[in-house]
């Protein structure tokens, strides 16, 4: 099955400072690239994603970036607030055929912010 | 809407008891699927449904049953809690993909947080 490794765990930001988080993925096949933030006592939530047919997609002040090749993606954040301040998860999906598919997630990066 | 909703959103339970926790979504999505959150873990997919009628095994299956007669309810039934069951629980649904299209965006629900002692 499909393993996804997130990193760093834990990344602390002086506000204004861009974020990067980075995950890698083990599944050719894997087709589909989202990026959650859940804050706390929440449940996650989608802020951007991607699909392998594309290189790099951008909403705002955050971005993600695919390499197929070295099954990797990443997640950037500029101008980073403190409202940022959550923790983040990636994923990747694996079409099963039949309209199934399955999100494999990464365990979180906890983003802090600093004032 | 009411998007994804989940009941209750705390319990407690002793060893051995069974529990329903309930899932249901107005969206009419027919991709509906329960996690389990543990700390440093991230999210494991439990069981999933593609439709109702339909369910399968995700990564993580034993201990919970799961059924699908309607398109909105989707509840996890856990048939004799253990202490490692203790989790967050968040259902999330989305729209099925037809034969060959991408998957497409899972709405969560605000989860249910399970102590079993």
């Known amino acids: 099955g499909e393993n996804v490794e997130q990193h760093p765990s834990t990344l602390s930001v002086q506000e204004g400072d861009s974020a990067v988080i980075k995950c890698t993925y083990s599944?050719?096949?894997?087709?589909?690239f989202p990026w959650y933030k859940q804050e706390l006592g929440k449940g996650p939530q989608l802020i951007i994603d991607?699909?392998?047919?594309?290189g790099e997609k951008k909403d705002q002040r955050i971005a993600v970036t695919l390499n197929k090749t070295a099954k990797h993606f990443s997640l950037h954040i500029t101008e980073t607030q403190p409202e940022d301040s959550a923790v983040y998860f990636c994923?990747?999906?694996?079409?099963?055929?039949?309209?199934?598919?399955?999100?494999?997630f990464g365990k979180g990066t906890k983003l802090s912010v600093i004032p | 809407n009411a998007g994804v909703t989940q009941t209750p959103k705390f319990q407690v339970l002793k060893t051995g008891q069974s529990m329903t926790l309930q899932c249901a979504q107005d969206?009419?999505?027919?991709?509906m699927s329960w996690y389990r959150q543990d700390p440093g873990m991230g999210l494991r997919l439990i069981h999933y449904?593609?439709?109702?009628?339909?369910?399968d095994q995700g990564e993580v299956p034993n201990g919970y049953n799961v059924s699908r007669s309607t398109t909105e309810d989707f509840p996890l039934r856990l048939l004799s809690a253990a202490p490692s069951q203790t989790s967050v629980y968040f259902c999330?649904?989305?729209?099925?993909?037809?034969?060959?299209?991408?998957?497409?965006?899972?709405?969560f629900g605000p989860g249910t947080r399970l102590t079993v002692t």
């Open positions: 449904s593609v439709g109702a009628g339909i369910t």
């Open positions: 999330a649904s989305s729209y099925s993909t037809p034969r060959g299209v991408h998957s497409y965006e899972q709405y």
């Open positions: 969206m009419n999505h027919e991709y």
């Open positions: 994923a990747a999906s694996t079409y099963s055929g039949a309209g199934s598919y399955q999100l494999t």
């Open positions: 991607i699909r392998s047919n594309v």
């Open positions: 599944d050719s096949a894997s087709n589909y």
